[in-house]
């Protein structure tokens, strides 16, 4: 099995497959019309064992035809952002006004459905099973949760997912053991006061001024309260309060997140930061409500899974093709809420050349482009994993 081999010779399908998903983004919650796109290629493969989760996610299920009784879960994410994209120069460019593949979800999705193709065609030299997840809602942190709830992981010994990496050249697989992507809180703090004319504030309760504290206060958490070489980041993105220019704010509503590399920092971060507004709030007579979402926890990839990735790396693509210092990145992925289930490891694929000057741009950038060369690295990446763990050879 020359999966490199394999999965360069189905170049023009998963191109022509990564287009049409970038031609149609959706939404996390509503990948309607990419969950059907996806069933109907499973079913074109051989693939017919599949289902929806929560109504937009896919989950697929296959077995090897030999013995054997290991199992192993590949995942994709599917869904795309509220973006416009502006490089309409491009043949395939979205179709979806406000609506873009900015994450390389698109891509991730064809090359999943490639490794797909690959393992079902040799499913007669291994044993086992296989399952495939194409996750719906990971840019809002939901997908991954709907399937771990479905128990869509259970029995599984590994799970195994890639990411599209405009920082790495295409050809080239990060794979870095311990933290990769940051944990991701979403905070909205909600701050009562009293509202009074401003030539007698005393006689009400700002919360403005209250809101402001709580802006600058919160960084002390970060400067003081953390380890300088343990990552945190604490940012406020939206800050609203007051009805006029001449009136004590009410109210005011603040909402920010939370970025951190350990659970022991993510708790000890989000703690301090509801006490914080509370007593803030109480000093100056007002009061305030902190509500959490939880999108991500950090992506932590275990020293053994990475060994035996970066040896499927090496092996496929050659020694040279393996990075394993890629910086960390503050970026979240909740891919992390399968590792908190079973053993795996997250791979970033290099998807960035520099005569194609839109696929080095950031992740998120509204004319963020693929080297689509990558799509095959990612294809033959999952069939080979797959394969190694199935038989034995790994694990």
Not at 130 to 156: D, M, N, P, T
Request: charged content about 20%.
């Amino acid at each position: 099995m020359d999966f490199r081999k394999e999965a360069q010779a189905l170049a023009p399908y998963l191109s022509a497959l990564r287009r049409e998903f970038h031609m149609h983004p959706e939404v996390s919650r509503r990948e309607f019309w990419t969950a059907e796109r996806i069933e109907k290629e499973l079913d074109a493969i051989g693939i017919t064992d599949h289902r929806r989760v929560d109504g937009s996610g896919v989950y697929a299920v296959f077995h090897g035809e030999k013995p054997g009784d290991r199992v192993v879960t590949l995942r994709a994410d599917i869904d795309a952002l509220p973006i416009q994209e502006v490089n309409d120069t491009l043949s395939y460019c979205s179709g979806e006004p406000g609506c873009m593949h900015a994450c390389g979800h698109d891509g991730h999705a064809a090359g999943l459905l490639g490794g797909a193709r690959l393992l079902y065609a040799h499913r007669g030299k291994f044993g086992g099973e296989v399952r495939l997840f194409f996750q719906h809602a990971e840019e809002i942190g939901y997908g991954a949760k709907q399937f771990v709830k479905a128990g869509l992981l259970e029995g599984s010994g590994r799970v195994f997912g890639v990411h599209m990496a405009p920082d790495i050249p295409c050809g080239r697989v990060g794979v870095k053991l311990g933290p990769n992507n940051a944990s991701v809180d979403h905070f909205t703090v909600k701050i009562g006061g009293k509202a009074a004319h401003v030539s007698t504030p005393h006689l009400g309760v700002d919360a403005l001024y209250i809101a402001s504290q709580i802006v600058v206060a919160l960084q002390a958490l970060v400067t003081r309260r953390t380890a300088p070489a343990d990552p945190l980041i604490i940012g406020v993105g939206k800050l609203c309060a007051g009805t006029a220019y001449n009136i004590v704010a009410e109210s005011a509503l603040l909402e920010g997140t939370t970025r951190a590399f350990s659970p022991q920092t993510r708790a000890q971060a989000n703690a301090e930061l509801d006490a914080l507004c509370k007593a803030t709030a109480r000093l100056y007579g007002g009061t305030a409500e902190v509500e959490w979402e939880d999108f991500a926890a950090p992506v932590v990839n275990p020293p053994e899974i990475c060994r035996e990735v970066s040896g499927v790396v090496a092996g496929l693509f050659g020694p040279d093709a393996l990075v394993t210092d890629r910086p960390l990145s503050c970026g979240g992925d909740d891919f992390a809420d399968y590792q908190a289930v079973v053993p795996g490891v997250y791979a970033f694929v290099g998807s960035s050349s520099p005569d194609k000057p839109d696929t080095c741009r950031a992740l998120h950038n509204d004319r963020f482009d693929l080297d689509e060369e990558a799509l095959t690295v990612a294809a033959a990446l999952h069939a080979r994993y797959a394969v190694d763990y199935l038989t034995g050879v790994i694990g």
